[in-house]
Nanobody
Framework: QAQLAESGGGLVQSGGSLRLSCASS????????MGWYRQAPGKQRELIAS???????KYTDSMKGRVTISRHNGEKTVDLQMGNLKPEETAVYFC???????????????WGQGTQITVSS
């Protein structure tokens, strides 16, 4: 099985910056799209940013200009650099990857365990 593990969460002041990293491991033949999501208490999980295997990126409108997603295919990692964070962006942040675990198989979504980000006012 494949696994994802996030790192880099924590407490940050309003207006501050934070960088998250996600490392993939286990049975991986190929990784297609990778992305970052967040889920605030009482709210649905929402997509923040995604990046294809070829490097094409997409961002949610609310964070455009404040966030950059990048991936390192050789290391099977994806990072998220965020700036000017707001208290309402306090949430658990999740890494997601569409992973093909063996030749000939279809891709399936895998999730990390999540990392808490708290933005203080």
């Amino acid at each position: 099985q494949a696994q994802l593990a996030e790192s880099g969460g924590g407490l940050v002041q309003s207006g501050g910056s934070l960088r998250l990293s996600c490392a993939s491991s286990g049975s991986i033949f190929r990784i297609n799209d990778m992305g970052w999501y967040r889920q605030a208490p009482g709210k649905q999980r929402e997509l923040i940013a995604s990046i294809s295997a070829g490097g094409r990126t997409k961002y949610t409108d609310s964070m455009k200009g404040r966030v950059t997603i990048s991936r390192h295919n050789g290391e099977k990692t994806v990072d998220l650099q965020m700036g000017n964070l707001k208290p309402e962006e306090t949430a658990v942040y999740f890494c997601n990857a569409q992973i093909v675990t063996e030749w000939g198989a279809t891709s399936n979504p895998f999730w990390g365990q999540g990392t808490q980000i708290t933005v203080s006012s």
